[in-house]
């Protein structure tokens, strides 16, 4: 019985840890220990599984007549100390997670905007930083949310909003941008670089920086989506 | 005991969501851990609290 558990907890810790390392057919450095996102999945699910197990002896050890001093003790770490530190991996390894592409095309909507972005035929500018690796991870997420942490904040909450929406079914169609798309964005990684200075005119970056001009006027279409495959569907939950 | 049990169950509930979230990332997993696990592990400290603040005047130290 130990044995199947040590080897359970073994294969569910050791798995995420031992991620493949070639996503894009490259071989990883040698002495590759994993990212801190899996690291983070690995020590999470030890924690979860010693914080179950916890949990099992309080739930024998709670009698009619009162707890023993020992199981105050395990009471306190299960219920007060290791859940938190649960959550809070959990809710850690999440947050990075859901900045994937993978997880922006888990609804239904944006299956279209996806495919477009991973087409290399596509000339659209997400599929050219895409295809181009301009853009080394999380292309939809670091293009849509702005810089520093208050972007992050803003970004996550706004997250939460397309859940609830596609849960729903509610979100409008077709859909659109909430608001319109910052130049800062772009100029943020483009705009220090030698090709963009020397292909701009003096007298168009302050209007780029404003805004008055948007980057997309020229270098766009963002997308080509497939807006008919934007109908909220009936099985909005997947 | 019952509150004691409850606050357990409550924890517990808590810690399969979030293992579930480790174990396979959805959207709908993470605003559920985000949202509902800090809510339940609250509701278990309030039970347990309850517990021992319960004890401690019994045992007339409060």
């Known amino acids: 019985m130990r044995l199947r558990l040590t080897c359970l907890l073994l294969f569910l810790t050791a798995g995420p840890l031992a991620a493949s390392p070639a996503d894009f057919g490259v071989p990883q450095p040698r002495g590759w220990i994993g990212t801190t996102s899996q690291w983070v999945q690995g020590v999470g699910l030890l924690f979860a599984l010693f914080n179950l197990v916890l949990l099992v002896l309080v739930w024998r050890m709670i009698r009619g007549d009162g707890v023993t001093v020992v199981s105050k003790a395990l009471l306190f770490g299960a219920i007060l100390v290791i859940p938190v530190v649960v959550v809070f991996l959990a809710t850690a390894h999440g947050m990075q997670e859901s900045m994937s592409v993978e997880a922006c095309g888990s609804c239904h909507v944006m299956e279209s905007h996806i495919a477009d972005l991973r087409n290399p035929k596509s000339d659209s500018l997400a599929a050219t930083h895409y295809k181009n690796r301009y853009i080394q991870g999380d292309q939809c997420y670091t293009c849509h949310s702005d810089y520093g942490m208050f972007g992050t904040v803003s970004a996550k909450l706004a997250g939460l909003g397309h859940v609830y929406y596609n849960i729903t079914g509610t979100y409008p169609t077709p859909i659109k941008i909430r608001k319109p798309y910052s130049n800062l964005r772009c100029l943020s990684c483009h705009g220090g670089a030698q090709n963009f200075l020397a292909k701009h005119e003096k007298d168009e970056i302050p209007n780029l920086m404003s805004g008055k001009d948007s980057c997309l006027d020229c270098h766009g279409p963002a997308h080509h989506a497939d807006e008919s495959a934007a109908e909220p569907p009936k099985q909005a939950l997947r | ?62």
């Open chain 2, 1 to 62: 005991m019952f509150r004691l049990r409850l606050a357990v169950l409550l924890t517990a509930l808590a810690v399969v969501h979030a293992f579930a979230l480790l174990v396979k990332e959805t959207a709908y997993l993470f605003a559920g851990v985000m949202i509902v696990g800090p809510a339940l592990l609250f509701a278990a400290v309030v039970l347990l609290g309850s517990v021992i603040f319960t004890e401690l005047r019994a045992k007339q130290v409060l």
